[in-house]
DNA sequence: CGGTTGACTTTCG
DNA sequence: GCGAAAGCCAACC
């Protein structure tokens, strides 16, 4: 374990806990950057999950994030948005006037 | 080492 | 319910 004067997990661990929080998300539902942040630790650290989020390993479900407003975090105009979507919807989250109920399928939630 | 940046969140008008 | 402003924190340059 690292030494205890760092802070908490150590700074190279975050990204790891991000991706990890991330992977554990289910299909078809969906979890906020600031939900994330509180999971591994760093409740006022939802930015820097959005920064892991542009640097993520390819292979993570980074489509299962979106913002608190339930909203797609990126210009909707942008490919990855429209892409972000198109995967939420395949797996059966539903957007009402371009937001997601987080009520109905945020994570976690009841089962 | 210090200012800027940003896939955020919350509060206020 | 929406847009603007402020607060936060680590990565980047």
């Known amino acids: 374990m690292p030494h205890s004067h760092d802070r908490q997990?150590?700074?190279d661990n975050?990204?790891?806990a991000v991706f990890d929080a991330?992977?554990?998300i289910p299909a078809g539902?969906?979890?906020t950057y600031g939900r994330i942040a509180r999971l591994i630790g760093r409740p006022?650290?939802?930015?820097?999950?959005?920064?892991?989020?542009?640097r993520c390993p390819s292979g993570l479900p980074w489509h299962r994030v979106i913002?608190?407003?339930?909203?797609i975090s990126l210009p909707a105009a942008s490919t990855a948005a429209l892409a972000q979507r198109r995967r939420l919807e395949e797996e059966g989250v539903v957007f009402i006037g371009g937001k997601v109920d987080l009520d109905r399928f945020g994570w976690p939630d009841r089962d």
Do not use: F
Not at 44 to 54: I, N, T
Not at 67 to 71: E, P, S, T
């Open 22 to 24: 991330v992977r554990r």
């Open 29 to 31: 539902r969906v979890t």
């Open 67 to 71: 913002n608190a407003q339930g909203r």
């Open 14 to 16: 975050t990204y790891a």
């Open 44 to 54: 006022r650290a939802a930015r820097q999950v959005g920064y892991a989020m542009h």
């Open 9 to 11: 997990a150590g700074a």
